[in-house]
């Protein structure tokens, strides 16, 4: 298969009309809103990309009595669980899959039970079905409910016995392409008194925010736990506990949690955990799993009432008096293979540091950390590598760069220092193209902002700020925060999730519908060139094995072999990529004008 890449078609089109380019920046090519009428009820979780056309968006989405129905795009999706205890509403989870047009083709959801907005997880596997990972509850008021999710065939799955008090527990569920559930696990949460002895029940005890799955089907999924978790096996049942419990107190905000790394095969049956020996840590979290390169990549952090040392997987663990995070590499075994723990302490006039939304991402044989943070960073291991946000009262975006083979910390940077940022912001992902590892790009927000959500460039091997490559997409939204997203490189086109309270406006003349109080905005972002990856830079050398052709509003391909066609705009924007199989040709609709591919410039009228 052939692809014709950015670099070829940019100095094809160079050559025929140079007068004609300008620096390429981001375009949404849709906003779209999924919106339920309650008063903050509508968070995003996660954003998957699974090629073929084929997005995904794991969302809470809230209801009530008077107002059940979900909405995307305007149009009712489901109806949502009910809801008459109280002010509140019930936070629905809800799987939807769109098209690369953002047309909506099945959403898998609850209709029974009550999500935690802040947890939960969504991966792609190989055959292009999907697992995700929710934390549930019984809805108040409706504690002898069995609890539900139903599937895009209307296929009703229970689980979850009738309870006298309500309390969470983790729930996956494995969805075909199509959206047909495949199999549903529970993890059970022990909610019996808390082991200090000072409350007779305990309702909140586990949070799950982290899942992967490899290449032979395995699924990790990562969090933090308070009481034993049972697991479902191939034969029966497993139960692990938690080493820094015995004086846990009960309440969902305090210390005492474990990390955990949980393994499933494919079918969903539990087959071994990965946790934390020795000393005990006040708390411990996983916030973030990846699979690259045939290992997991993972981070998390700690907290110590005094600085304290334990292990994981034999590699020393530390954590000072203030967050800690940390970054590993982790075979499919569950073997640590490296482990890089980083010290903080506030910055000048601040009590504390924080660290919040990090996540990982593995790319040109470097691990990317981003974060919003506040604080200074040290590695524990090399105390001359160090970032410093400016401020300690706002969140800031910071990027880390580490070896993927050794751990090593590289390079740092801090989003007020190099992009002058003055509100609270945050950097939520780290993107690079396989292809051109001289860049890479973080996905971010400013809050109060007329930038709201962006991409931004670095130099990928210095981490200086390109203050060229600030790129705002979504702004607007009341106060616009950035949540999931998800970068596919084949088309050079990321899939971003925001929430608000207001209209949505994109960089460019789009404009989102008005939520109807808060909503998750799902837009499609159309890249620039240099963010296509492809297998080979050639210009039109092959291009006699195929046929394009430009038609009304229209482009065709004609191949008799497998082929794959990036089409630009006159900017050098990926505006589309076609794709030939088993000679069967493909149309795309683009807006009229002056395209380059292959070498070649195309007129649509």
């Known amino acids: 298969m052939h692809i014709f890449t950015h670099k070829a078609l940019f100095a094809a089109a160079l050559m025929t009309c140079p007068q004609a380019f300008a620096a390429a920046a981001p375009e949404v090519a849709w906003i779209n809103l999924f919106d339920g009428n309650t008063t903050a009820g509508d968070s995003n979780i996660a954003v998957a990309t699974a090629g073929d056309n084929a997005t995904y968006w794991l969302n809470t989405l809230g209801s ?29 989870l809800a799987l939807t899959k769109t098209d690369n047009s953002g047309a909506a083709l099945w959403t898998v959801y609850s209709n029974s039970g009550d999500y935690a907005s802040g947890d939960g997880a969504l991966a792609v596997a190989a055959d292009g079905s999907v697992v995700f990972v929710g934390k549930v509850r019984h809805t108040d008021g409706y504690l002898d409910s069995e609890l539900t999710l139903v599937d895009a065939a209307g296929n009703t799955a229970s689980f979850g016995a009738a309870v006298e008090n309500r309390y969470y527990c983790l729930v996956m569920a494995r969805v075909s392409p199509d959206g047909a559930i495949e199999w549903l696990r529970t993890v059970d949460v022990a909610h019996g008194a808390s082991p200090d002895g000072s409350k007779d029940f305990v309702g909140d005890a586990v949070a799950a925010k982290a899942v ?30 938690a080493r820094n419990a015995s004086e846990w107190n009960g309440a969902s905000q305090s210390s005492c949690s474990d990390l955990f790394i949980a393994r499933f095969d494919a079918d969903g049956f539990y087959t071994g955990a990965l946790q934390a020996e020795g000393a005990p840590m006040a708390t411990e979290q996983i916030l973030d799993l990846v699979y690259a390169d045939g290992k997991l990549y993972v981070t998390g952090s700690a907290t110590a009432v005094t600085d304290a040392s334990a292990t994981l997987g034999g590699k020393e663990f530390k954590a000072g008096t203030t967050v800690s995070p940390f970054v590993a590499a982790v075979s499919t075994s569950l073997e640590v293979e490296w482990l890089g723990c980083i010290d903080s302490e506030p910055v000048a006039g601040s009590k504390s540091a924080a660290w919040q939304n990090a996540h990982v991402t593995a790319t040109g044989g470097n691990l990317w950390l981003a974060s919003m943070a506040n604080g200074v960073y040290t590695s524990f291991s090399d105390t001359s590598k160090s970032v410093a946000t400016q401020q300690g009262t706002q969140r800031e975006g910071l990027l880390v760069k580490f070896d993927a083979a050794t751990g090593e910390w590289l390079a740092a940077a801090d989003s007020r220092d190099g992009f002058g940022d003055t509100v609270l912001g945050g950097y939520l992902k780290a993107i690079q193209n396989p292809s051109r590892t001289d860049k890479v790009y973080v996905y971010g927000y400013l809050m109060n902002s007329p930038k709201g959500v962006f991409f931004r460039g670095y130099d990928a091997e210095t981490l200086a700020a390109d203050t060229e490559e600030d790129w705002y997409v979504i702004s607007g939204g009341g106060v616009p925060s950035a949540l999931g997203m998800a970068y596919d490189p084949s088309t ?21 519908e008005t939520p109807k109080k808060w909503a998750v905005a799902a837009a499609r972002v159309d890249l620039p060139g240099e963010f296509l990856s492809g297998v080979e830079n050639v210009a039109g050398a092959n291009s006699a094995s195929f046929e394009l052709a430009a038609g009304r509003g229209t482009l065709t391909l004609s191949s008799p072999e497998a082929v794959s066609v990036a089409v630009c ?17 493909t149309t795309v609709n683009v807006a009229p004008g002056i395209y380059v591919a292959a070498g070649k410039k195309l007129l649509v009228k």
Do not use: C, H, W
Request: no cysteine; hydrophobic share 40%; proline share 2%.
């Open 569 to 585: 705009d006159l900017t050098g924007r990926v505006v589309a990529v076609l794709s030939a199989v088993d000679g069967r040709s």
């Open 212 to 241: 992967a799955i490899d290449a032979e089907g395995n699924i990790y999924v990562g969090g933090s736990f308070n009481m034993p978790l049972t697991f479902a096996t191939a034969d029966g049942s497993a139960t692990i506990s």
């Open 64 to 92: 009530t009595d008077a107002a059940t129905d979900i909405f995307y795009n305007g149009v009712k999706i489901f109806t949502g669980s009910p809801y008459s205890a109280g002010t509140s509403y019930a936070n629905n």
């Open 492 to 512: 050079a086109r990321a899939y971003v999730a925001a929430r608000g309270n207001a209209q949505f406006k994109t960089s460019g003349t789009l404009v989102s």
